[in-house]
């Protein structure tokens, strides 16, 4: 932001978002001129959304702030207040993208439903279309899980920002994910109803190839939602983190579809699964770089739970309408490793303080792992106190004793801290970017994993199977 006016944009800025907008409204426009062409569209489309998203954030900025939405960098010498909640302006242009994307991937069965052969210039009857074949052809089912898709994505939102605006108590606030992904389940249930799991080959003897889990693989589906938004919003604390987490994910996502749709045999059964997928994972990426831009290091807004719950709900809805939430599950590697890690604190066998994140030393201008006081009259209960050395001597905590044996301080139980215990004291910027760099590297080997182990696994990859959109 300008020293003059941090509302505004600069000229270059205005310039270079002015032809970002231009190119991508001519490319939108020259879809049409093809079948819709729906994946470039959805690209021009994600430009957009960066454009807008780009601009919006530095509107809205010191609006949201004169609502009360900001909040103090903890880890800088001067603790600025800033703009909090950015991530409900990506949902609302993320979720006006996404709607008005719905005509793209139809276009084609929109035009033979109107004229047979893309002729539009002979529209058909209308009881042609209403009772001939060509209301069957209109694929109703996608379009109903697309617009369940969007319903969760916008109940998400709307909860989210109530989130930021209430402050809800962690324990309560844990089961929003539950409640936005209802319309997804609900629709998922009316629609596709596949609730079997394909059984690796040394259980097969035991299982069949397929186990069917029935009204289970709904609690399955509900669990990865609450988990996959919650994780996102607990390893976070540090600039940027939430946002690069999120664009490592959502890229291994994309790579993941796009290898269903560039490997032959083509087109592939999944084909379609994989590129509804990527449309609504590139608009999301569209919001995401822009909101990066501001909330990197030294951020200049944070992004609020909102935009946690956000991204988490963008994965759980690609993953589960496409039929892949294994492969998610193996692309939140850290997400999984922090949670598991919180537990004792989440679960209050170890003091939980209301933040988490790591200590700045300002002496040193460098990031130390955040710890929890221990008093002479608290200490921790013995199988709790054995646990906490026990971690310390495997490197997986670190404890400080008094000369007694007593507990002084513990570090606190997050995958940021616990990077601190091993690596020293880092910079903000540099702990972000080797933070990122593990979940790229996990991320790839997931993938790796994904597609390598599974044919030795299940016999084929799922590049062989279902997927049906
Ligand atoms: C989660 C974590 C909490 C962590 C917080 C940081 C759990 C159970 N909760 O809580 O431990 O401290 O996220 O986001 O693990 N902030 C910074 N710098 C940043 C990002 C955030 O100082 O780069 C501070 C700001 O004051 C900001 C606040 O954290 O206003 C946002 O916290 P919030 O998202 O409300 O915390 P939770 O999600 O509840
Ligand atoms: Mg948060």
């Given at each position: 932001m300008t020293a003059h006016s941090p509302t505004s944009l600069s000229r270059t800025e205005t310039l270079s978002l002015l032809s970002l907008t231009f190119a991508c409204v001519v490319i939108l426009t020259n879809t049409?001129?093809?079948?819709?062409?729906p994946l470039i569209a959805s690209l021009a489309l994600s430009g957009l959304a960066f454009a807008a998203t780009f601009a919006m954030i530095r509107w809205l900025g010191p609006t949201f702030m004169k609502a009360g939405l900001k909040g103090v960098d903890m880890s800088k010498h001067h603790r600025k207040e800033i703009p909090e909640c950015m991530g409900a302006i990506c949902a609302v242009v993320y979720l006006l993208v996404v709607i008005i994307f719905v005509p793209f991937p139809f276009y084609k069965d929109i035009v033979a439903a109107t004229s047979g052969g893309g002729n539009r210039d002979v529209v058909l009857h209308v009881e042609h279309v209403q009772q001939g074949r060509f209301l069957h052809r209109f694929p109703h089912s996608k379009l109903a899980s697309y617009l369940s898709a969007i319903i969760s994505l916008q109940s998400i939102a709307i909860l989210g920002i109530g989130d930021d605006l209430f402050d809800i108590r962690w324990r309560h606030k844990f089961f929003i994910p539950a409640f936005a992904s209802i319309p997804l389940l609900v629709v998922y249930f009316v629609d596709f109803g596949v609730t079997s799991i394909v059984i690796p080959i040394p259980l097969q003897p035991y299982l069949g190839e397929l186990f069917n889990l029935g009204p289970l693989y709904y609690v399955y589906m509900a669990g990865v939602a609450i988990f996959s938004p919650n994780s996102i919003n607990i390893l976070a604390g540090i600039n940027g983190i939430e946002v690069t987490q999120s664009i490592v994910i959502a890229m291994l996502l994309a790579i993941n579809d796009a290898l269903y749709l560039i490997t032959p045999p083509y087109p592939h059964p999944a084909t379609d699964s994989h590129l509804f997928s990527l449309y609504f994972l590139l608009p999301f990426l569209g919001v995401s770089f822009a909101l990066l831009w501001y909330n990197r290091y030294p951020a200049r807004v944070f992004v609020g739970d909102t935009y946690c719950y956000f991204a988490g709900m963008v994965f759980v809805v690609v993953s589960i309408l496409g039929h892949f939430s294994k492969t998610l599950i193996l692309l939140l590697i850290p997400q999984i490793f922090n949670f598991v890690y919180s537990v004792p604190q989440l679960f209050g066998l170890v003091p939980c303080p209301r933040h988490r994140l790591p200590r700045f030393n300002a002496r040193t201008g460098l990031l130390e792992p955040s710890i929890t006081p221990w008093t002479v009259d608290r200490q921790p209960k013995p199988p709790i106190a054995w646990g906490l050395k026990m971690l310390h001597n495997l490197r997986l905590l670190r404890v400080t004793l008094d000369g007694q044996g007593r507990f002084v301080e513990t570090t606190n139980f997050t995958l940021i801290n616990l990077w601190l215990v091993w690596r020293g004291p880092l910079r903000e910027d540099k702990l972000a970017l080797e933070l990122t760099a593990m979940q790229t590297v996990l991320g790839l080997f997931g993938l790796f994993v994904r597609h390598g182990l599974a044919r030795v696994v299940f016999k084929e990859d799922n590049w062989g199977i279902t997927g049906r959109w």
């Open positions: 049409f001129q093809g079948d819709g062409e």
